[in-house]
């Protein structure tokens, strides 16, 4: 195993389900994702480019210009998304938590538009991700593009919850339609971290999380890489990143 996750840490993500690391990248990363991703909402309604899928903010409000919600395959978007996805900085941390033999799962952007934002409903990424043949193996890393808290919608997790099992989850035809009964709204049991610029959060695929909805005139962008073991389960895999090839 290699040494950028320490033994303590290790044990805290196991107990808690999450892993909250500040400071992961440096600065000058998020400045550069930064100026890759300007005006992102614009170009990509604009014209949207092949090899990503975007789901918007739905607005009832016509005077409200379009927002992304969530922008799949960041890493064809954004050159350094690209590279921090397979830095060896990310890959030694998700090599502690899943093992020598990972792949890429996804790569997105959520951009949590200052003022226009929505919630994220409380649901475990395992009610998205359970198909015949795989197990809840994947590991999740939400990265802090914009600083972040309650008011701009940090991110919340019930901790131990990926003890729980898979719980029965509402579905909708709707980007994040997967939710527990009650979709968003304040529990005592959860905990929010509100994240510095290139901090990290790393996840259990069956910790519960969601977020609340940015009511900021601040911007709330993060970028989640998930990670699966290689080969747990048939086609699951994007990329081979580091080890067997399954
Ligand atoms: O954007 C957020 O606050 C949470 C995102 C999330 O839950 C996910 O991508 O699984």
Redesign the pocket.
């Known amino acids: 195993m290699k040494a950028s996750i320490t033994d303590r840490e290790l044990a805290s993500f196991e107990a808690d389900g999450y892993l909250h690391c500040p400071g992961f990248f440096e600065s000058s990363l998020i400045d550069s994702v930064d100026a890759e991703i300007e005006n992102l909402h614009d170009r990509m309604a604009a014209a949207p480019i092949d090899g990503v899928g975007i789901s918007w903010e739905s607005f009832d409000r016509p005077d409200v210009p379009q927002r992304i919600r ?1 922008l799949m395959h960041s890493e064809v978007v954004s050159q350094t998304l690209n590279a921090m996805l397979r830095s060896a900085r990310m890959l030694d941390a998700i090599e502690s938590f899943i093992g020598p033999d990972l792949s890429l799962y996804h790569s ?1 952007l ?1 951009m ?1 538009a200052a003022n226009d934002g929505t919630a ?1 409903p409380w ?1 475990q ?1 395992y009610a998205y991700w359970k198909k015949a043949g795989n197990r809840p193996l994947m590991v ?1 890393c ?1 990265v802090a593009i914009d600083s972040t808290d309650i008011d701009n ?3 919340e997790f019930v901790a131990g919850s990926h003890h729980w099992g898979l719980q029965e989850h509402e579905r909708e035809q709707t980007s ?1 339609g997967v939710f527990l009964p009650g979709h968003y709204q304040a529990r005592d049991d959860a905990t929010a971290i509100p994240m510095a610029r290139g901090d990290a959060v790393f996840f259990n695929a069956l910790v519960i ?3 609340a909805p940015n009511t900021s005139s601040r911007d709330r962008r ?1 970028n ?1 890489f998930a990670y699966n073991v290689t080969g747990n389960g048939e086609g699951q895999c994007r990329e081979v990143l580091r080890g067997e090839a399954g």
Do not use: E, R, V, Y
Request: positive net charge; proline residues 6%.
């Open positions: 969530q997105k959520l949590k994220i649901h990424d999740n939400m919608g940090c991110p994040f999380h969601g977020s993060a989640t």
